[in-house]
Structure formats: C-alpha cells, structure tokens
T-cell receptor, first 115, second 114 residues
Framework: DSGVTQTPKHLITATGQRVTLRCSPR?????VYWYQQSLDQGLQFLIQ???????AKGNILERFSAQQFPDLHSELNLSSLELGDSALYFC??????????????FGPGTRLTVL | AQSVTQLDSHVSVSEGTPVLLRCNYS??????LFWYVQHPNKGLQLLLK??????LVKGINGFEAEFKKSETSFHLTKPSAHMSDAAEYFC????????????FGSGTRLQVQP
C-alpha cells in the first residue's frame, strides 16, 4: 500500500459525458501527478500540481483539467468524453523539494470505460 | 528532452533462471532512473532507483540494476526468477529539474514459466 488513494476504482460512462476522478496523496506529500495508461499510448504524464498550484503540463487534452485543493487532494476532470479516453488513470504523489530525486508513489488507479 | 527505450516488449524465462530486462535512456541532464513494476490489475510499485550515488542499485525482491553512463543503459537483473515476478516492468527517467515528471518506457512484460 503506497498511501495514495484514488476513487472511484472503476467508472463506466457514455460518450459526451463528464467525470471527476479523485486522488488523495500520501500524508505530507505536496506534489500530485496525474498519468494516463492506455493500450496504444502507454503511460503518459498529464499534469502536476504542487501545493495547490499547477507546476507542469504533459500530454493533457484541453477537454481535461485538474486542480489541487487546500487539503492537498486533487481532482482530474474529464469532459466531452470520447471512446479513446478509456484508460487507467493513475495519481502519484511525492514530497518536493525534499530529497535530491523524484521518487513518486502511485495510487491503485481509476479504470475509466467510455461506451 | 528525455526518453526511455525498453528493448524488449516481452521476455520469457523459466523459474529459477536469471532475468535481464534491458533499458536505454536519453537525458539532457543528469537523470534519476527508476524501475517500476505493475502486477495485473494493480498500481505501480517502485522496484529500485538510481540517483547518482552507487552505480549498482539494489532493489526489492532481489532485483538489481546497473547504471552505465557510457552505454546510457540501466538494465534490470535478477539472479533467479520466481513465478511471482511475472508482471509488467517499466524503466523510467526523471529530470532533476523543476518539472520532475517521469517519462516511462513502453514496458516489458515478463513471463515466468514453471
């Protein structure tokens, strides 16, 4: 158990809909990262938040957005869903700037199925 | 820019024989390198990490990796495979800069035959 929690575990929805995925980082971790894992794209970095502020963006679509709240939990919002958005979405956390490296701890993921 | 190439998409070994999963990286900065493992229907777990200290890194469950700068490689090894090692393995690079996001390789699926 990494200490990172994600809800829900599974989500099934229809095209055009909007969903929200939730992540609670490990206690004390200020950084949250979102990743998408799909069969055709592999594991891709989407976005990073640090202490409530956006820190870096990866391959995140404009239909997707995220935020990190004062209690440090984070939400990933996916809208106008398409079939291709079906994937496993991971959240990870780390404690930056502590340490000289960037070890991230991953949650169990949310499996999104768009029908 | 950074990138990771995992040279084998599938590796099959017999239980009790050595494991070698190959990884080459490219990075503009001195990188941190990691191996993560993903068991079926599970999240990712850190196996080991290289952070510019010792070049031979020991991880959990008997896995090791050696950082070779001249070859830009970070291959993962284990002397004797166990059935429970069957999983997907990801080689990962991270820039030691402000962004600190991880760049994942495409993964190597390890099969362990009885």
């Amino acid at each position: 158990d990494s200490g990172v929690t994600q809800t829900p575990k599974h989500l099934i929805t229809a095209t055009g809909q909007r969903v929200t995925l939730r992540c609670s980082p490990r206690s004390g971790d200020l950084s949250v990262y979102w990743y998408q894992q799909s069969l055709d794209q592999g594991l891709q970095f989407l976005i990073q938040y640090y202490n409530g502020e956006e820190r870096a963006k990866g391959n995140i679509l404009e239909r997707f957005s995220a935020q990190q709240f004062p209690d440090l939990h984070s939400e990933l919002n996916l809208s106008s869903l398409e079939l291709g958005d079906s994937a496993l979405y991971f959240c990870a956390s780390s404690n930056i700037p502590a340490g000289a490296y960037n070890e991230q701890f991953f949650g169990p993921g949310t499996r999104l199925t768009v029908l | 820019a950074q990138s990771v190439t995992q040279l084998d998409s599938h590796v099959s070994v017999s239980e009790g024989t050595p494991v070698l999963l190959r990884c080459n990286y490219s990075s503009s900065y001195s990188p941190s390198l990691f191996w993560y493992v993903q068991h079926p229907n599970k999240g990712l777990q850190l196996l080991l990490k290289y952070t510019s200290a010792a070049t031979l890194v020991k991880g959990i469950n008997g896995f090791e990796a050696e950082f070779k700068k001249s070859e830009t490689s970070f291959h993962l090894t284990k002397p004797s495979a166990h059935m429970s090692d069957a999983a997907e393995y990801f080689c990962v690079v991270s820039e030691n800069t402000g962004r600190r996001a991880l760049t994942f390789g495409s993964g190597t699926r390890l099969q362990v035959q009885p």
